[in-house]
């Protein structure tokens, strides 16, 4: 990865040598394309392209645009209300689209010109627009969370249910670091005003994208169908009002979201079956039952325990994308954690939690490399006020993990878990 070798290449690259020193490693060679066949013939996959697909027909369509003005018509209101608007519609936006790096492309190009108008500084609002990215991504339908579902054995419509609470308290926490900084420093000085007629006409203009999201999560909570039939369902909506509501999805850019939505998962795919093949790797060299052994000697209680696995987490997303180190690390520590007495969906919500500081943490970042590009700004000017925001997700980040209620409060309620 130093070298700017694509990840997958790495994995299955390292995969690959320590096959070949394994005992017997030239007779386990024909079996490496059953692995990836194995890890690639899951239905619950089918959900992810699906969901990047359905993203990218609703920002045709608009969508950030509407969400944003709604939430600039009702929370965004007062001093500091537009970097508000900015994170509670990226956190809309993330149950339609199911990609942070969507989300943060798709609101940061509505949102930059308004906050740049109104006196937010380039550095602060780069660290506003992909923080927020961050702070949605518990919001289902998420990628992250359909892997962690599938590679943990968890129920993934519990994992959908449990990220709810938590990416309020997420959100709400940012709000409140947005309204103290803007105040302090005299940013957001336009003040909405109120007007009944404007913001029930920006109710429905978004009207169609909140419906979308009462659609996903009320029938995959209310089991009327699965993750994947929900995303076959919001491409189904997404190109009829991109297409036929909205009118702006012409032919030539359908081709163009078709040709994102295979390169984006194409790139997905291929990690997943390298993790496989990595995977098969470790358990050769038994490596789950040395980590595992480890723990029980660092740590066996689960408070120590989480906070390892935190650790552990956030130094593997500083230099790891997000996909393999659920997929390598998940099925390892997903055992342990319930030898521990920890929900595991609780677990999963936890983990996604982590791994989302590593969307705006360097050198990889995605997230926040999107909003730098959007802004125009570099990442060093970016890193001082991103630093408090880091901060921030990480403080509620802990009160997610050690007051359990939080994430299994909802899928209790719903009977999501025995």
């Given at each position: 990865m130093a070298v700017g070798v694509p990840i997958a290449f790495v994995l299955g690259g390292a995969a690959l040598v320590g096959i070949l020193f394994a005992p017997n490693g030239l007779e386990l060679l024909p079996g490496l394309p059953q692995q990836i066949y194995d890890a690639l013939s899951s239905f619950n996959f089918l959900?992810?392209?699906?969901?990047?697909?359905?993203?990218?027909?609703?920002?045709?369509?608009?969508v950030a645009k509407n969400l944003m003005e709604l939430a600039s018509r009702t929370i965004g209101r007062g001093r500091g209300g537009l970097g508000v608007s900015v994170i509670g519609s990226t956190m809309l936006f993330s149950g339609i689209s199911?990609?942070?790096?969507?989300?943060?492309?798709a609101i940061s190009k509505v949102a930059n010109p308004s906050l740049k108008e109104q006196g937010y500084p380039a550095p602060f609002r780069a660290a506003l627009l992909a923080s927020s990215g961050c702070a949605g991504t518990l919001i289902p339908p998420t990628n992250d969370l359909i892997l962690i579902g599938i590679v943990g054995n968890m129920s993934i419509a519990g994992l959908f249910a449990a990220g709810i609470f938590p990416a309020i308290v997420n959100g709400l926490?940012?709000?409140?670091?947005?309204?103290?900084?803007?105040?302090?420093?005299?940013?957001?000085?336009?003040?909405?005003?109120?007007?009944?007629?404007?913001?029930?006409?920006?109710?429905?203009?978004?009207?169609?994208?909140?419906?979308?999201?009462?659609?996903?999560l009320g029938g995959i909570l209310g089991g009327v169908f699965t993750p994947t039939e929900a995303a076959s369902v919001a491409v189904v909506y997404g190109f009829f009002l991109a297409a036929f509501v909205y009118?702006?999805?012409?032919?030539?850019?359908?081709?163009?979201?078709?040709?994102n939505t295979i390169e984006i998962s194409g790139m997905v795919l291929l990690v997943i079956a390298m993790c496989a093949i990595l995977g098969y790797v470790l358990t050769i060299f038994q490596v789950p039952g040395m980590l595992g052994k480890l723990l029980d000697a660092w740590a066996p209680d689960k408070f120590l325990f989480l906070l390892l696995v935190q650790i552990l987490f956030f130094i593997i997303g500083i230099v790891m994308d997000t996909v393999p180190a659920i997929l390598i690390l998940v099925p390892m520590l997903t055992p342990m954690a319930v030898a521990r007495g920890i929900e595991p969906i609780h677990f999963g919500i936890l983990i996604e939690c982590n791994v989302a500081l590593g969307f705006i943490t360097p050198p990889i970042g995605n997230v926040l490399f999107t909003a730098c590009a959007v802004v125009g700004v570099t990442l060093e000017r970016v890193v001082k006020p991103l630093l408090p925001m880091i901060a921030v997700l990480t403080v509620t980040m802990l009160i997610i993990t050690y007051v359990e209620d939080v994430s299994m409060f909802l899928p209790r309620l719903l009977k999501l878990v025995d």
């Open positions: 959900a992810i392209p699906l969901f990047i697909f359905a993203g990218a027909l609703l920002s045709e369509g608009g199911g990609s942070s790096s969507a989300d943060t492309a926490g940012l709000m409140a670091w947005a309204v103290y900084i803007s105040r302090r420093n005299g940013y957001g000085n336009v003040t909405i005003p109120f007007s009944l007629k404007a913001t029930l006409w920006s109710f429905v203009k978004a009207g169609p994208a909140i419906l979308l999201i009462l659609i996903i009118r702006t999805l012409t032919l030539n850019r359908l081709v163009a979201v078709l040709r």
